[in-house]
């Protein structure tokens, strides 16, 4: 069980191995402030005008899809025996989508929603009549990234012992992240109002309120550490293990109602804390290349990164570092960056690129993204060397962050500025920022040069690092700032 988590509802567990736009999917709708499935799922409860912790089980149907539409149901049983608090609810959310070019804008609603709260003697109840729920979102889906944010609203009027009163609960949020094949996050700002009323001396009702503001983070990432071998007479020295790992970030301020014994409101409770927990991480043992040519070479640790990942061709005996890196292999390497494998529609796109040819498959991928255009007279060229500036443009448009360029006119930081083509400039200021292509140590980028199978592997390493690590950190250190 997770310890005290009341983050977003995450309901499906984290895939590696599914396209953007399809991990995008995967994202449950805010219906509460909890995180867990099946047996693990805990919630924060707030009428009581104190947080109170419930633990027990969520439980999910998933719908078929009809009329363009999904119905899945859910269902809630969760407790806390010592504040003699029980909930039940189940609810079916309904969800529609439509995809205009990259962008896809999704659309929920609840229906057929029952909930019923029994507080030591107290029973409170929500029918369908009484709760609305919408949430959209708007997903933006570039190769290896997806990028989404969206706006939700619920309202659920809960009633105190058939007709002793009635609570109504407003919540509004924002919801901003990102989904890609090596790292996943949300960060959630959630705004919750408790409105009720008691009874005054005259019988006059007199109204009180309470709010609730949080600001959660959601995370799924990988960290690469190298295991050496202790003994010498092995075949390998080491290899690397992929730990898969997961966290979430509560950061919640309250300000609610105090009752007294009678069930009066006598004052305000207020306070705020933070909550946080690590997932159990997942293990796997990387394959280990047998190169023979790249012991003591300066780029040796990204070289079999990246190689046990599967970004370099991991076969062979010679990785030759110091020789060109062709842009057709590089092709290979970016569509295992993205996920891209599979994507294939034997599309004969390039002139010097046959269907047979054992670059077209990746080719053709980048192609159908947007990520690839090709030289004149409708030549790929793949067996010349790829260009810093090239590899710039394709790894930014890989990502989806061309916009992240300053409006022309500006300047770019380094001495050789000049020979940056026109068509490269916003994707090396790009890259520079975020760190995948950096300046030699006399401050030139040298965007005509042609990267050599090292130069090629330190890049790669630096895009893996930015999607697998930099990334995530930037959106959990936007929450926390």
Not at 200 to 208: D, F, K, Q, V
Not at 374 to 399: C, D, H, S
Request: hydrophobic share 35%; proline share 6%; glycine share 10%.
């Amino acid at each position: 069980m997770t310890k005290r988590i009341f983050s977003l509802i995450l309901i499906l567990s984290f895939f590696f191995s599914l396209s953007p736009s399809a991990r995008a999917a995967l994202l449950a709708p805010p219906t509460g402030s909890g995180v867990g499935q099946g047996s693990d799922y805990e919630e924060v409860f707030y009428l009581t005008g104190k947080p109170i912790l419930l633990s027990g089980t969520l439980n999910m149907r998933p719908g078929r899809e009809r009329g363009g539409q999904v119905a899945d149901r859910y269902s809630f049983n969760l407790e806390n025996l010592e504040e003699g608090v029980r909930l039940t609810r189940t609810y079916t959310l309904l969800s529609s989508r439509r995809r205009e070019g990259r962008q896809e804008v999704r659309e929920m609603e609840v229906s057929r929603f029952r909930e019923t709260v029994q507080v030591g003697g107290d029973r409170y109840q929500v029918n369908d009549a009484d709760y609305r729920f919408s949430y959209s979102t708007l997903t933006d889906v570039h190769p290896a990234t997806t990028y989404f944010s969206g706006n939700y609203f619920g309202r659920k009027v809960y009633e105190k012992n058939r007709g002793e009163g009635k609570l109504t609960v407003n919540t509004s949020g924002e919801t901003v992240g990102y989904t890609s094949r090596w790292g996943q996050v949300e960060n959630r700002r959630v705004l919750c109002t408790i409105e009720g009323s008691q009874e005054g001396e005259e019988g006059e009702p007199i109204p009180w309120i309470g709010t609730v503001r949080e600001q959660a983070s959601f995370s799924r990432g990988q960290e690469m550490s190298y295991v050496a071998n202790e003994p010498t007479a092995i075949s390998f020295s080491g290899g690397y293990l992929l730990t898969k790992t997961g966290e979430d970030i509560l950061l919640y301020d309250y300000d609610l109602p105090r009752y007294n014994e009678a069930g009066e409101v006598v004052g305000r409770n207020r306070g705020s804390d933070v909550l946080y927990s690590v997932l159990p991480p997942g293990q796997e043992r990387l394959p280990v290349p047998a190169f023979r040519d790249i012991r003591g070479h300066w780029a040796e640790e990204e070289v079999v990164r990246m190689a046990s990942l599967g970004v370099l061709d991991p076969t062979g005996l010679y990785f030759a570092p110091g020789l060109p890196m062709v842009r057709g292999d590089f092709a290979r390497a970016l569509t295992v960056v993205a996920g891209l494998e599979g994507e294939d529609r034997g599309e004969w796109v390039f002139a010097d690129l046959s269907p047979e040819h054992p670059s077209a498959p990746y080719v053709n991928a980048l192609v159908a993204q947007g990520v690839v255009e090709g030289g004149p007279y409708n030549r790929f060229e793949p067996a010349a060397g790829v260009t810093r500036a090239q590899a710039a443009v394709m790894a930014i448009k890989l990502l989806g962050l061309e916009g992240l360029a300053p409006v022309p006119p500006y300047r770019l930081p380094y001495l050789d500025e000049g020979q940056i083509p026109p068509w490269a400039r916003d994707a090396i200021y790009v890259a520079g920022e975020i760190g995948i292509l950096k300046a030699d140590s006399y401050g030139r980028m040298r965007p005509q040069a042609v990267l050599t199978r090292g130069d090629a592997a330190v890049f790669l390493d630096n895009l893996v690092t930015y999607l697998r690590q930099d990334l995530g950190e930037e959106y959990r250190e936007r929450l926390l700032h």
